[in-house]
């Protein structure tokens, strides 16, 4: 090992909050800018950390239940 990545089972930094891989949010405004572009305005965890320009995996159930992942770029500040 290079010393660049932590073993699969090494604990988290003390300095880096552990923070769930899935966490439940709600959508809180939608808005279609073209037919490709959607905005939307979430609810987030409170130890969910970000950057301008980190993107975050969005999953919403499809018709039998089953979750569909899409990433989506944040551009609001941190």
Do not use: Q
Not at 30 to 49: E, N
Not at 71 to 77: E, G, H, K, L
């Amino acid at each position: 090992m290079d010393g660049s990545r932590l073993p699969e089972d090494a604990p988290a930094p003390a300095n880096r909050p552990t923070v769930a891989p899935h966490t439940p949010e709600r959508i809180l405004a939608l808005r279609r800018g073209a037919p490709a572009l959607v905005s939307l305005r979430t609810t987030r965890a409170a130890g969910f950390r970000f950057r301008p320009g980190h993107y975050a995996r969005l999953g919403l159930d499809d018709a039998n239940g089953c979750p569909v992942w899409r990433p989506f770029s944040i551009v609001s500040p941190a």
